[in-house]
């Protein structure tokens, strides 16, 4: 079974500043998918970043990157020059066979 | 281009009825998947569809159903509502069972009463 945890219930960041939010995840697989997305009040969820497993090199999206690190089974998710539109709640997410298993959700809040 | 349509936005519901949910992927995408979202239990999948077929289920009673028209747009039923399904169901549609870039609609929120 897959798992995905997130420690960071809540966290808030001064805009333009850097915030680093944690993921860990549990699996027996060696090929699958991570991502990070954002659902923002609208609930609509966004994707942030995306990594594929057998990839070393950490993906970066503009001002979003992550740090994978495959053998602790670590996923964390940085956000430089944070914006007040970066507000949001962000999840985790492992996916398998077109599936989805999300953590519990980090909640961000980026004051001005 | 379209993004994922979920209809209707919001609906309440009494005990013991039952209602349906309809989800109409972007245009060209075959797979779509269901998840429930509550604050007690986070995302939780519940199914996927392909080409008209049901091809992952989650760990749900058999109250909650769906299935997939030829146009790919789908639909889930939840029938003999409980209190405990209030919740926000989302949908996301992708290209194929392979394609690991997923989109949501923006959900429909169900109040049971």
């Known amino acids: 079974a897959q798992t995905v945890t997130q420690s960071q219930p809540e966290m808030s960041v001064q805009e333009a500043e850097t915030v680093t939010l944690s993921c860990t995840y549990d699996?027996?697989?060696?090929?699958?998918?991570l991502f990070w997305y954002k659902q923002p009040p609208s609930r609509q969820m966004i994707l942030v970043i995306r990594?594929?497993?057998?990839?070393?090199q950490n993906a970066t999206e503009n001002r979003f990157s992550v740090n994978f690190q495959k053998a602790a089974k670590s996923f964390s998710l940085k956000i430089s020059d944070s914006q007040l539109g970066d507000t949001a709640m962000y999840f985790c997410?492992?996916?398998?066979?077109?599936?989805?298993?999300f953590g519990t959700g980090t909640s961000l809040t980026v004051i001005p | 281009k379209a993004g994922v349509t979920q209809t209707p936005r919001y609906l309440i519901k009494t005990r013991g009825q039952q209602v349906t949910l309809s989800c109409s992927p972007i245009?060209?995408?075959?797979?779509v998947s269901w998840y429930q979202q509550t604050p007690g239990q986070g995302l939780q999948f519940l199914f996927e569809?392909?080409?008209?077929?049901?091809?992952n289920k989650g760990n749900f009673p058999g109250r909650f159903s769906g299935r997939q028209f030829s146009n790919s747009r789908s639909e889930m039923n939840v029938s003999t509502l409980e209190l405990g399904d209030s919740a926000l169901y989302l949908c996301?549609?992708?290209?194929?069972?392979?394609?690991?870039?997923?989109?949501f609609g923006q959900g429909t929120r169900l109040t049971v009463v």
């Open positions: 996301a549609s992708s290209l194929s069972r392979l394609d690991t870039e997923a989109f």
């Open positions: 699996t027996s697989e060696n090929n699958y998918y």
């Open positions: 990594q594929e497993a057998y990839k070393q």
């Open positions: 997410a492992f996916m398998k066979l077109n599936q989805f298993y």
């Open positions: 245009s060209g995408h075959r797979s």
């Open positions: 569809y392909f080409s008209e077929t049901q091809r």
